[in-house]
Each structure stands twice: as structure tokens, then as C-alpha cells.
């Protein structure tokens, strides 16, 4: 518990789901954590108090990553009650399936505007303003790799993370900040389950040689070792969380 006191995590999107088990693991791990959320005050705040509770230390901090001048005075606040973020995890995003030929406009910039546009606003503050010896986690997915139909425009937004993630790795050089990306497969989230079939859920519990769904403790058990002391020498990567899916 004490290698990474008085470190600070920021962690988007982290309300619920995998961003939610990513803060709570890493105020198990030491970090005080911000948790921002973008709309819901409520599960953000609960989640704080339960990891106050545990002994950890958390603050929410409310910003639609896709407004840079959100995602500005988050950092500006995080600076003011901290010193600054030495963490940063971009878990915040969305995904809307549909067929490339029958999306709309508003469904693609919607996407783009959270996964990708998103991703790059917190990317360029923590560029000029995350501490030296920092650790910068993105978050990919194993479609990229899968690319299945209905999956295009998802697909597309993480696919250009992973870019940013290996060019921001080369641009940081001389700080020693590392910068990676995570990439689950199947997860079970409320998110991933909510309207699919427990035939359809066996089916993709399946796909995985572990023949499970992963959870989202598997996911925030990865991101701890990207930002924790054994993941020093882990620059630049894309690590498929996933099972073995692909």
C-alpha cells in the first residue's frame, strides 16, 4: 500500500464498470484517485465513499472528456488539491454498433468525439502536465484485432488510440513516462450484458480459450501493473487483456 502514496490517478469514465474497478484497485495500490464521470453525480460519489471507506483516498471530478476546456479545468483542479496527476487512465468511451453503410452522422461523431477526440484532449494536457516518471494507460480494444461487422466505427476511433498511444510514447522521450494501451476482449459489464441473450453471453463466454467472459477486476488487475513499479519497462505497448480471444 505504500509504494504509490501520495501519488495521484486520474481515471475517466470511471463511475461504473471497468473504470470503476480500475479506481478501486488502485487506491487498494495506494494512489488517490479522481474519479471523473461526465453526467450521473451519483455512482461516482458512492464509489468515492466506499473507497474511503476501505481506506483509500478518492475526489470525483465531473468532465465530458470530449470538451477540452472540461478536461483543462479538471487538470487545473486536479493541480490545485494534489500538486498535479502522476496517473493517467483513459477508460472513458462509448460504442454504438451498427453496419458502416447505415450509420449516421450523429452516431459516428459521437463516437469519435468521446473514444477518439476524447483520448486526445486528456493526452494533450497530461503531455505538457503529468508529473516526470508518469504512467499514461489508454484504452483500446480487441476489435481492432477482431473486426467484426458492425464494430467499423468503434473499431476505427480505437484503432487510431493505438497511434496516438505509440506516437505520445516517442514524443514524451527524456521524461520517463511510459505510455501503453489496454485492450480487453469480452468483459462482463452491465454495459456489455444489458440486452444480449444468455445464449448469446454463453456464446462469447466461449470464444476465449479461458472460456470465460473476462471482469472487470481482470482489467483493472492489467492497468495496475502498467502503472504500478513493475511495469517500468512496458513503453509503448498494446496489451490485449482478453483471454486469448485474439
Known amino acids: 500500500m505504500t509504494q504509490n502514496t501520495h501519488k495521484v490517478a486520474l481515471v ?3 463511475s461504473r464498470g471497468i473504470g470503476a474497478a480500475i479506481a478501486e484497485r488502485l487506491a487498494r495500490d495506494g494512489f488517490t484517485v479522481i474519479i471523473n ?24 471530478a465531473q468532465a465530458d472528456v470530449s ?17 498535479g496527476v502522476d496517473v493517467l487512465v483513459n477508460n472513458a468511451g462509448i460504442m454504438t454498433l451498427s453496419p458502416i453503410a447505415d450509420t449516421d452522422d450523429a452516431t459516428f461523431d459521437r463516437q469519435v468525439a468521446v473514444n477518439l477526440k476524447g483520448t486526445f484532449n486528456t493526452l494533450r494536457e497530461a503531455a505538457k502536465r503529468l508529473h516526470d516518471g508518469g504512467r499514461i494507460i489508454n484504452f483500446s480494444s ?3 484485432g477482431l473486426l ?14 493505438e497511434a496516438l498511444t505509440s506516437i505520445l510514447t516517442k514524443e514524451l522521450r527524456g521524461r ?16 456489455f450484458l444489458n440486452g444480449k441473450s444468455p445464449e448469446l453471453i454463453d456464446r462469447l463466454s466461449k470464444l476465449a480459450p479461458l472460456e470465460r467472459l473476462g471482469q472487470p477486476e481482470d482489467i483493472a488487475a492489467s492497468v495496475a501493473f502498467l502503472a504500478g513499479p513493475d511495469g517500468a519497462w512496458i513503453n509503448g505497448q498494446t496489451l490485449r487483456a482478453n483471454g486469448g480471444v485474439i
Request: net charge negative; charged share 15%; proline share 5%.
Open 148 to 161: 467484426q461487422p458492425g464494430y467499423g466505427v468503434y473499431a476505427a476511433t480505437k484503432a487510431a488510440v
Open 67 to 83: 470538451d477540452a476546456q472540461a478536461v483543462r479545468g479538471m487538470f487545473d483542479a486536479a493541480e490545485t488539491a494534489f500538486g
Open 12 to 14: 475517466t469514465g470511471a
Open 176 to 191: 520517463a513516462i511510459t505510455v501503453n494501451a489496454v485492450a480487453p476482449g469480452p468483459t462482463a459489464t452491465d454495459l
Open 37 to 60: 464521470y461526465s453526467g450521473n453525480a451519483a455512482p461516482a460519489e458512492a464509489l468515492a465513499r466506499r473507497i474511503e471507506e476501505q481506506g483509500g483516498r478518492a475526489i470525483t
Open 142 to 144: 480487441s476489435v481492432t
